[in-house]
């Protein structure tokens, strides 16, 4: 089922039709099609009044993302809970592929839940989003990022770190762990805490990403683990270092 010229159409709200209105309509088809977005397995009941659509998601799949939720569509305000989660996956790569037409920029087993809401008024609906989300990696590697590239590429100029960092473009950036815990406020997301556990070294970032203004304002902490070593060495004593002791924030 494709919707995008549904939805296009001014003339096609289905308030202005008798033949919906003060109906609850049960919907299930096994592919929708939205804006050259593919949503799958969907199980959903829309009720139509005058001035008010109510969209109840029992289920829906939107690339490994398992949704639920609600919609509520009155006169030119949306109020919308979407609760979302993938458990376990076997790459992320095929998420970035489905969702944003990335290829080749990741690898590693992964798990991603969260919730997007919103209430506010149509028109202002990308600008005032809000919700959570916490995204948890392992066992992969790093292709392809930006501000990877840059802090190693700083990282690289440091006599005491030369040949100790990796070439992300060549064989990528391998890690063990990656965890990012954040939450989004009027469409920017706040980094609380993100770690990337590194097998060359460790990485750890707070700070805000603005996708709709293409900005971000991150603080940084690299840990290479040579200079953990030299630690250990200087003061056998605390052998039993850990990032958590080392970072007794986190």
């Given at each position: 089922m494709n919707l995008t010229s549904y939805l296009s159409s001014s003339n096609s709200s289905p308030t202005q039709n008798p033949l919906f209105?003060?109906?609850?309509?049960?919907?299930?088809?096994?592919?929708?099609?939205?804006?050259n977005r593919t949503i799958r397995?969907?199980?959903?009941?829309?009720?139509?009044?005058?001035d008010d659509t109510?969209?109840?998601?029992?289920?829906?799949?939107?690339?490994?993302?398992?949704t639920t939720g609600y919609i509520n569509l009155e006169n030119d305000r949306i109020n919308a809970r979407i609760p979302f989660s993938a458990v376990n996956k076997?790459?992320?790569?095929?998420?970035l592929t489905c969702l944003f037409d990335k290829n080749d920029f990741?690898?590693?087993r992964y798990s991603f839940t969260g919730e997007i809401t919103s209430d506010t008024l149509q028109q202002n609906l990308l600008d005032t989003l809000n919700g959570s989300f916490l995204f948890q990696a392992e066992e992969g590697r790093i292709y392809k990022l930006t501000l990877l590239s840059r802090i190693l590429s700083v990282l690289n100029v440091s006599s005491f770190l030369k040949g100790s960092i990796?070439?992300?473009?060549?064989?990528?950036?391998?890690y063990s762990?990656?965890?990012?815990?954040?939450?989004?406020?009027?469409?920017?997301i706040h980094i609380t805490k993100a770690i990337v556990d590194g097998k060359d070294m460790t990485l750890i970032f707070t700070g805000r990403i603005d996708l709709m203004n293409d900005y971000m304002d991150l603080t940084c902490l690299v840990a290479p683990f040579k200079t953990i070593d030299l630690i250990i060495e200087k003061y056998p004593s605390s052998?039993?270092?850990?990032?958590?002791?080392?970072?007794?924030?986190?």
């Open positions: 209105l003060n109906k609850t309509v049960k919907l299930k088809t096994e592919t929708l099609t939205i804006k397995d969907i199980d959903t009941e829309i009720s139509f009044k005058p109510y969209i109840r998601l029992n289920k829906a799949l939107l690339c490994d993302l398992e076997e790459n992320i790569q095929d998420l990741m690898s590693g990796p070439d992300i473009t060549q064989k990528g950036f391998a762990r990656i965890s990012i815990d954040a939450e989004i406020k009027d469409s920017i052998a039993r270092f850990s990032v958590e002791t080392l970072f007794p924030f986190l």
